[in-house]
């Protein structure tokens, strides 16, 4: 099992620390509340991107961030804190609240992934594939067209240097296959968009909003969670990361290169690609330990230092499997030209090159012995 960086439940550890009560969960709800009020009245005075035209603004994009920030922090809170919640309230917005979450990342999502697909076929293929291309509203920092961040890629972890694909034929099929993955991944984002618009216009949304509005000045507590103690559930959370980490296939992460994975991906079958889901379940219940510490601590809590680092390997280690998802879809299209498919498949295998990078990168950093708080 990977080794604990704090014991959330020891409150005598190098200081006497105040007592912590269900009173930091409802402080921490109600500034998740405001936070998701502030980013949806934001929202809705930047206009959201609603023309359809495409050009969202910045202040737009930053709103609608904020607002799936904001409600996965306060879905995830009363997942790990239920039993301080009253439990028909609890389970009731708990799961509306992930699909709002859920429905404003998909534009991000594709804008994202086609942006990576491009950036790595023109670095593998060594030929410009970027299509002329308007921006789609929802367009921001992260999710700008590829033009705009061409040459801006980060450096990927280490990873095994690749069977040098046939560069001619890669030329010839790169840019048809660019323009492939263009039309369907802004399709994709396009309809997205139109879901997003709809879901905020819905009475279903605005029930939402409504407990949200309502959470803001009262949190439905228990009648004993004024003083009961949050961290035992807390750990809890932890542990279970504990132990899905401990159930991950490290051994074969500790290779930068998984066969295995690559012959799986080239595979006809479209289902998603069975390594993935466990490191998918691990990203999602690191989220839940971060929000647990932010009950807790807020911004005063002694560092983790391998959550960050952690954190940015299983988000790498998403995108690179939901592109190589992406490439294997469009390769399965009908009728397309054989450089077409062969760029497609190289792309494949290059993004599943770069989920075994991410797995590796992620080993790396939770191994790591912990070293105590940072001092200023």
């Given at each position: 099992?990977?080794?604990?960086?704090?014991?959330?439940?020891?409150?005598?550890a190098g200081h006497?620390?105040?007592p912590?009560?269900?009173?930091?969960?409802?402080?921490?709800?109600?500034?998740?509340?405001?936070?998701?009020?502030?980013?949806?009245?934001?929202?809705r005075?930047?206009?959201?991107g609603?023309?359809?035209?495409?050009?969202?603004?910045?202040?737009?994009?930053?709103?609608?961030?904020?607002?799936?920030?904001?409600?996965?922090?306060?879905?995830?809170?009363?997942?790990?804190?239920r039993?301080?919640?009253?439990?028909?309230w609890?389970?009731e917005?708990?799961?509306?609240?992930?699909?709002?979450?859920?429905?404003?990342?998909?534009?991000?999502?594709?804008?994202?992934?086609?942006?990576r697909?491009?950036?790595?076929?023109?670095r593998l293929?060594?030929?410009?594939?970027?299509?002329?291309?308007?921006?789609?509203s929802?367009?921001?920092?992260a999710g700008?067209?590829?033009?705009?961040?061409?040459?801006?890629?980060?450096?990927?972890?280490p990873?095994?240097?690749?069977?040098?694909?046939?560069?001619?034929?890669?030329?010839?099929?790169?840019a048809?296959a660019?323009?492939l993955?263009?039309r369907q991944?802004?399709?994709?984002?396009?309809?997205?968009?139109?879901?997003?618009?709809?879901a905020?216009?819905s009475?279903?949304?605005?029930?939402?909003?409504d407990?949200?509005?309502?959470?803001?000045?009262e949190?439905p507590?228990?009648?004993?969670?004024?003083t009961?103690?949050?961290?035992?559930?807390?750990?809890?959370a932890?542990?279970?990361?504990?132990d899905?980490?401990?159930?991950?296939?490290?051994?074969?992460?500790?290779?930068?290169?998984?066969?295995?994975?690559?012959?799986?991906?080239?595979s006809?079958?479209?289902?998603?690609?069975?390594?993935?889901?466990?490191?998918h379940?691990?990203?999602?219940?690191?989220?839940?330990h971060?929000?647990?510490?932010?009950v807790?601590?807020?911004?005063?809590?002694?560092?983790d230092?391998?959550?960050?680092?952690?954190?940015?390997?299983?988000?790498?280690h998403?995108d690179?499997s939901?592109?190589?998802a992406?490439?294997?879809q469009?390769?399965?299209?009908?009728?397309?030209?054989?450089?077409?498919?062969?760029?497609?498949?190289v792309l494949?295998?290059d993004?599943r090159?770069?989920?075994?990078?991410?797995?590796y990168?992620?080993?790396?950093?939770?191994?790591?012995?912990?070293?105590?708080?940072t001092?200023?």
């Open positions: 099992m990977a080794p604990r960086h704090h014991d959330l439940t020891d409150s005598t006497v620390a105040p912590v009560t269900g009173e930091a969960l409802a402080g921490y709800l109600r500034g998740q509340a405001t936070e998701f009020l502030r980013a949806l009245r934001l929202h005075e930047t206009g959201g609603q023309n359809g035209s495409g050009g969202g603004t910045a202040d737009a994009v930053d709103a609608a961030r904020a607002l799936r920030r904001s409600a996965r922090r306060i879905s995830g809170s009363l997942h790990t804190f039993p301080l919640l009253d439990p028909g609890s389970e917005i708990r799961p509306e609240l992930a699909w709002v979450s859920g429905t404003l990342a998909l534009e991000h999502a594709c804008a994202s992934r086609l942006e697909l491009l950036l790595a076929l023109q293929s060594g030929a410009t594939v970027v299509p002329a291309q308007a921006p789609v929802g367009t921001g920092a700008g067209t590829a033009v705009s961040v061409a040459g801006s890629r980060k450096a990927a972890p990873r095994a240097a690749n069977t040098a694909p046939d560069r001619g034929n890669l030329t010839v099929g790169a048809k660019g323009a993955l263009d991944l802004t399709l994709a984002r396009t309809r997205a968009h139109s879901t997003a618009l709809q905020l216009g009475s279903r949304f605005h029930a939402v909003a407990k949200v509005a309502v959470l803001a000045s949190v507590l228990t009648p004993h969670a004024a009961a103690d949050p961290r035992p559930l807390a750990a809890a932890e542990e279970r990361l504990a899905a980490v401990a159930a991950l296939p490290l051994v074969t992460a500790g290779h930068p290169y998984n066969a295995e994975a690559l012959i799986h991906g080239l006809p079958d479209p289902a998603p690609h069975p390594q993935d889901a466990p490191w379940q691990v990203r999602l219940l690191l989220r839940l971060r929000y647990a510490l932010e807790l601590h807020g911004d005063d809590g002694p560092p230092i391998r959550l960050l680092p952690a954190g940015q390997a299983l988000d790498r998403r690179a939901e592109a190589a992406a490439a294997a469009a390769a399965r299209t009908p009728r397309i030209a054989p450089a077409t498919a062969y760029a497609l498949g494949h295998a993004q090159h770069e989920v075994e990078a991410a797995r990168a992620f080993q790396r950093s939770w191994q790591k012995q912990t070293v105590g708080t001092t200023s």
